[in-house]
């Protein structure tokens, strides 16, 4: 893969979702979706919350709209348990595929949460959405490169050829910044973490020898862009506050000159001093 080209990963103002050109095609980023939030918080700790699917599809359908996206990419956990999806979750996973245009593609990251999601798609990870013009493929986690842009959802080691990728994005994190007023108030907002990669736990991680930019220390490592979550219940790592741990394997220590910014493109400046 050559790198060196201009690749541009562009947040989509105010809104969890960011845009890429993709041979030649207009694709919309999102991550950690997270379908069946909702039942699962009523399994897994007796909470009973409304369900916000029909929220959670009609904003992402607007996205598909207002972005014309040509492709859906999900960077992981489009569904949240952690199996085969069943019941409400199903049920919401259903009426949004059905419910994007059918000349949209969708590619689906594997993350930790999508269990046996490719099995539901078929024995090969594929499937027809609506017409024989659009299709659902589902790709494993360590992600793949597209057209100059890595993805993968975060929670293992990226490939080798998402390395090489010029961008590399993720999600699993959900980052998020707690920011106090001159009252002692405080509010936790969803944020973008950006920055470049720091080749150093790569490289000791082990398995990427072929990496052009880790053999050679004078190329300048893939910049890194980690999603922050799309559903907006789900809560996630504060990056600004040291006692938080990260999730990722390869964060915090993957990222230098990490910066975070509010969905809104307010520029918080080095996300550890937020």
């Known amino acids: 893969m050559t790198r060196g080209r201009r690749v541009r990963v562009e947040p989509v103002p105010g809104e969890p979702a960011a845009t890429a050109t993709v041979d030649g095609e207009r694709a919309l980023l999102v991550a950690d979706y997270h379908a069946g939030y909702e039942a699962g918080l009523r399994y897994e700790r007796g909470v009973d919350v409304p369900s916000k699917a029909p929220e959670r599809r009609e904003r992402l ?5 207002r972005t ?3 492709r859906l990419v999900v960077l992981g956990d489009l569904m949240h348990s952690i ?3 069943g019941g409400a979750e199903r049920g919401e996973l259903e009426v949004l595929l059905e419910s994007l245009p059918t000349t949209i593609d969708v590619t689906v990251v594997k993350g930790n949460h999508d269990g046996n999601l490719e099995t539901w798609f078929g024995a090969d ?3 027809e959405v609506g017409d024989p013009n659009a299709s659902v493929s589902v790709v494993p986690g360590d992600g793949i490169a597209l057209d100059g842009i890595g993805v993968c959802h975060g929670h293992t080691w990226p490939a080798a050829d998402v390395l090489e990728c010029d961008v590399l994005c993720c999600g699993h994190e959900h980052p ?16 973008w973490l950006r920055g470049r990669v720091d080749p150093t736990p790569f490289r000791d991680h082990g398995g990427y020898e072929d990496v052009s930019w880790l053999a050679d220390s004078s190329a300048e490592p893939p910049r890194l862009v980690v999603l922050p979550a799309f559903n907006d219940l789900v809560g996630g ?3 600004n506050l040291a006692a938080q741990s990260f999730l990722s394997p390869f964060l915090p220590d993957g990222i230098a000159d990490g910066e975070a910014y509010l969905l809104d493109g307010t520029r918080l400046g080095p996300y550890e001093s937020v």
Do not use: F, M, N, Q
């Open 61 to 65: 359908l607007a996205l598909c709209e």
């Open 68 to 70: 014309a996206a040509d």
């Open 83 to 85: 199996g085969d999806p």
């Open 125 to 127: 990870g594929d499937a």
């Open 176 to 191: 998020c910044v707690r920011l106090k007023d001159e009252v002692g108030g405080s509010r936790v907002e969803r944020a």
């Open 237 to 239: 790592t504060w990056i």
